[in-house]
Antibody, heavy 124, light 107 residues
Framework: EVQLVESGGGLSQSGGSLRLSCTAS????????MSWVRHTPGKGLEWVSV???????YYADSVKGRFTISRDISKNTLYLQMNSLRAEDTAVCYC??????????????????WGRGTLVTVSS | EIVLTQSPGTLSLSPGERATLSCRAS???????LVWYQQKLGRAPRLLIY???SRATGIPDRFSGSGSGTDFTLTISRLEPEDFAVYYC????????FGGGTKVEIK
């Protein structure tokens, strides 16, 4: 069974950092387009970042310069390093496989496999 | 940015009934690039429909999607107990945006 399991969420102060992890089973992270999607109280669901199998990365304008997506091939794990956190980054963050393509700060596609999510809370 | 408005916010129905969920876009969604997801509490979202009307792998045929342009519909022909959940639409014709969701609850 293909499964994505997120971890690393928690409470951070405004301006702080967190690193999220997404461990995959039944799927090779480095062979797929992988992404992070979040569900915030204010904006609902929004895509955050995508990493291509070739390594190219894309970010929504709201997180560009603050968040970094990466992967560890040996651990078959996807990461999201979240720096300079703001209260509006409070969200359930999901790891998902992305079907589509991206150009600059825009992605065109959908998500065909998701994890259960991990909660990130940023206090001001 | 295309804004997707889902209605109703909550749909109260009994098992066996038909559910009709609406997703309206603020601009035309090109090539019917619209998908539907199901999410149960505490569970991972699940892709149901892509391309407005194509069922994803393993999705029962009681789920169907239709529509084009700015108006899209997800229909569940006969609700099963496991279908009570929140449903989201998402467009990917102009970047990608999500609707706010419709909760289908047991009446």
């Amino acid at each position: 069974e293909v499964q994505l399991v997120e971890s690393g969420g928690g409470l951070s102060q405004s301006g702080g950092s967190l690193r999220l992890s997404c461990t995959a089973s039944g799927l090779t992270v480095s062979s797929n387009y992988m992404s992070w999607v979040r569900h915030t109280p204010g904006k609902g669901l929004e895509w955050v970042s995508v990493i291509y199998s070739g390594g190219s990365t894309y970010y929504a304008d709201s997180v560009k310069g603050r968040f970094t997506i990466s992967r560890d091939i040996s651990k078959n794990t996807l990461y999201l390093q979240m720096n300079s956190l703001r209260a509006e980054d409070t969200a359930v963050c999901y790891c998902a496989r992305f079907v589509g393509h991206c150009v600059s700060s825009s992605c065109y596609g959908y998500f065909d496999l998701w994890g259960r999510g991990t909660l990130v809370t940023v206090s001001s | 940015e295309i804004v997707l408005t889902q209605s109703p916010g909550t749909l109260s129905l009994s098992p066996g009934e038909r559910a009709t969920l609406s997703c309206r876009a603020s601009q035309s969604v090109s090539s019917s690039y619209l998908v539907w997801y199901q999410q149960k509490l505490g569970r991972a979202p699940r892709l149901l429909i892509y391309g407005a009307s194509s069922r994803a792998t393993g999705i029962p045929d009681r789920f169907s999607g239709s529509g084009s342009g700015t108006d899209f519909t997800l229909t569940i022909s006969r609700l099963e107990p496991e279908d009570f959940a929140v449903y989201y639409c998402q467009q990917y014709g102009s970047s990608l945006t999500f609707g706010g969701g419709t909760k289908v609850e047991i009446k």
